[in-house]
Antibody
Framework: QVQLQESGPGLVQPSETLSLTCAVS????????WSWIRQPAGKGLEWIGRIYVPGRTNYNPSLESRVSMSADTSTNELTLNLRSVTAADTAIYYC?????????????WGQGTLVTVSS | SYELTQPSSVSVSPGQTARITCSGDVLAKRYVWWFQHKPGQAPVLVI????ERPSGIPERFSGSSSGTTVTLTISGAQVEDEADYYCYSATDNKFYVFGTGTKVTVL
């Protein structure tokens, strides 16, 4: 069974860079799409972007100028960086494998990590 | 337009049928996934490719599609089905979007 665990600072200063890691166990990250999704308090889910390991990325146009994603196959980890954060970036951040191919469907999610942007 | 519009809330009594719609131009040519999201938990996939049900998901969950609107139906809703439900689909430009979300109340 695949497990995903997000980690990173729970508090980020405004204008700084939010950096989160997603550790994946139970399967290789190679050959799948891995997404980052967030949910501000009281609001809906927002797709941030995805990475196809080894490295193809797609980002939400509303965040594209500030976001980058990467993957490390040696550690089986994914990374999200979001630059120049504001209070509007305060949210629970999830990493997830939401993927469909000829082998079938995949929907595996981490439990999410709360990131607060505040001075 | 890349928006997926859902009703903000749906309320049914236990045993009744709950229908949640998701509307958007892209849905005429893109598959929809449906996620159930309960507070403090990770979202759970309940339907993929418009109407396919993942293993372990009760048969009371079903999906259908017509043009630019897709529908998640919970036939004989149970109290444990209370949650927020989101549709999810790709756009033409290789990014994805969630619907606005529907709060389902069963009481």
């Amino acid at each position: 069974q695949v497990q995903l665990q997000e980690s990173g600072p729970g508090l980020v200063q405004p204008s700084e860079t939010l950096s989160l890691t997603c550790a994946v166990s139970g399967d290789s990250i190679s050959g799948y799409y891995w997404s980052w999704i967030r949910q501000p308090a009281g609001k809906g889910l927002e797709w941030i972007g995805r990475i196809y390991v080894p490295g193809r990325t797609n980002y939400n146009p509303s965040l594209e100028s500030r976001v980058s994603m990467s993957a490390d196959t040696s550690t089986n980890e994914l990374t999200l960086n979001l630059r120049s954060v504001t209070a509007a970036d305060t949210a629970i951040y999830y990493c997830a494998r939401v993927h469909l191919d000829t082998s079938g469907y995949y929907s595996d999610w981490g439990q999410g990590t709360l990131v607060t942007v505040s001075s | 337009s890349y928006e997926l519009t859902q009703p903000s809330s749906v309320s049914v009594s236990p045993g009744q049928t709950a229908r949640i719609t998701c509307s958007g131009d892209v849905l005429a040519k893109r598959y929809v996934w449906w996620f159930q999201h309960k507070p403090g938990q990770a979202p759970v996939l309940v339907i993929y490719k418009d109407f396919e049900r993942p293993s372990g998901i009760p048969e009371r969950f079903s999906g259908s599609s017509s043009g630019t609107t897709v529908t998640l139906t919970i036939s004989g809703a149970q109290v444990e089905d209370e949650a927020d439900y989101y549709c999810y689909s790709a756009t033409d430009n290789k990014f994805y979007v969630f619907g606005t979300g529907t709060k389902v109340t069963v009481l």
